[in-house]
């Protein structure tokens, strides 16, 4: 299993930024650029939601309708890394944000970072 850890989580306001990260580690039989990644969300009280996915090779991304144009997600193979850069914040925005590797159906997931969005 792949081993991810999500970090920059914070509360903010709305209409600010925040970058997400996760590291991977713990790689067996293949490396990070092996695996597709993705970011999920968790708001209370409501279903784990998908807000963002990158290929690979880091050249096709697809977006939630209700992030689109805001969020940005986007790796680093070199560092096996995975971020989501979040601006224009809402309320809506808020929950627990988890990123997920994915390869030949396998999945592994981090233990999220919570994304408070207040005013």
């Known amino acids: 299993q792949v081993h991810l850890v999500e970090s920059g989580g914070g509360v903010v306001q709305p209409g600010e930024s925040l970058r997400l990260s996760c590291a991977a580690s713990g790689f067996t039989d293949f490396t990070f650029s092996s695996y597709a990644m993705n970011w999920y969300r968790q708001a209370p009280g409501r279903e784990r939601e998908f807000v963002a996915a990158?290929?690979?090779?880091?050249?096709?991304?697809i977006y939630a309708g209700s992030v689109k144009g805001r969020f940005t997600i986007s790796r680093d193979n070199d560092k096996n890394m995975t971020y989501l850069q979040m601006s224009s914040l809402k309320l809506g925005d808020t929950g627990v944000y988890y990123c997920d590797a994915v390869r030949d159906s396998r999945r592994s997931w981090g233990q999220g970072t919570q994304v408070t969005v207040s005013s």
């Open positions: 990158i290929t690979r090779a880091g050249d096709n991304t």
